[in-house]
């Protein structure tokens, strides 16, 4: 017969029940919370981008827990295939959706895109455009006097300007350049990136390397995009920083989100694709990524958006034709540089 507990570890283990409830239901709760698994950049989940402020405003609304996993996006779902976690993929441009559609692991995203604000016609049922901007360089006008107004004044330009890239093998910024190269120079393009090699202090794999050697005084102008100053504008008060427009049109980035077939939480994914529509989440993209927002008027964009120059003529290639053409032009680039 056992024998029977003693007074105060009786006493002790009625005072625990309701805290060992407590926190079983707490478990069963958090267990029962629908996890919504998004796959993106590392630049989009960061502190400083604009991930963790769209969290936080979408699971105020979906009673979920979304989760970021990052990293470089395409070759992981490529990797995984069918076997993938991801519910909702974002982060893609539109030089790679080719091989991204090819895949076969995307859905329809089923969502009018008649609030899209795009300077271009956008008519894809899968990948959702976010934001966007145009490729443009970036340059300091208290050095740089006379600015450049197209890409033959950049190439004619004296070869002491000292100017910073992104390779376009590792690079969507870079390998933006080396399109909109062949897109002002057609077949020759090599003879205009011989041309513009002088003036090329160093290429770098990725963008952050670029524009941090241009903000630390390395180099004269940099390849970025035409949003970058609002950067400087808003959050730093500094108007030194300057995008230069030119008039043969500049390469035009969008970001885009797209569902996965083989999600687990297909209303879910399904919510999240129609909440990048929202105003709520538009708005909080020029501040967070430094980007256009893709669906949200130019009335509505902070001050230092709304006064930022643009190109009155936008470059663009379909897929197809981007992927015609990536390894001509990467190509061109490469054996002019090679020189």
Avoid at 62 to 79: A, I, M, S, V
Avoid at 133 to 141: L, M
Avoid at 288 to 303: D, I, Q, R, V, Y
């Amino acid at each position: 017969m056992m024998p029977e507990s003693p007074p105060l570890v009786l006493e002790i283990a009625m005072k625990a029940l309701p805290f060992v409830a407590g926190m079983m239901l707490a478990g069963a709760a958090v267990a029962d919370t629908p996890v919504l698994a998004v796959y993106a950049p590392d630049y989009f989940a960061s502190d400083w981008g604009p991930g963790p402020g769209i969290e936080a405003a979408f699971e105020a609304q979906c009673g979920c827990d979304l989760q970021y996993k990052t990293g470089e996006l395409l070759p992981r779902l490529l990797l995984e295939g069918a076997n993938t976690e991801a519910d909702v993929a974002i982060g893609f441009n539109s030089d790679i959706t080719k091989k991204a559609r090819e895949s076969g692991l995307f859905a329809p995203h089923g969502l009018d895109t008649s609030p899209l604000t795009l300077p271009i016609d956008w008519a894809d049922d899968t990948f959702l455009p976010f934001n966007y901007s145009h490729t443009a360089f970036i340059y300091d006008n208290t050095k740089v006097e006379t600015a450049p107004t197209s890409f033959d004044d950049l190439l004619n330009a004296p070869d002491d300007l000292r100017l910073v890239i992104q390779d376009p093998r590792s690079s969507i910024s870079g390998l933006a350049l080396v399109l909109w190269v062949q897109n002002v120079y057609g077949d020759k393009a090599e003879e205009a990136w011989s041309k513009l090699a002088p003036k090329i202090v160093t290429v770098t794999k990725g963008w952050s390397e670029s524009y941090g050697m241009f903000t630390d005084g390395e180099a004269d102008m940099v390849l970025s995009y035409t949003t970058s100053p609002a950067y400087h504008i808003i959050a730093e008060e500094d108007l030194t920083k300057s995008a230069a427009i030119f008039e043969d049109g500049h390469y035009f980035m969008v970001e885009l989100a797209a569902k996965l077939k083989t999600t687990d939480q297909s209303d879910l994914a399904d919510q999240f694709m129609g909440f990048i529509l929202s105003n709520e989440f538009q708005s909080m993209i020029p501040t967070s990524n430094w980007s256009f927002p893709a669906a949200l008027a130019e009335s509505e964009w902070p001050e230092g958006f709304q006064s930022l120059p643009t190109p009155e003529k936008v470059l663009f290639y379909s897929e197809d034709e981007a992927a015609a053409l990536r390894d001509e032009a990467i190509e061109a680039w490469r054996r002019a540089l090679s020189q």
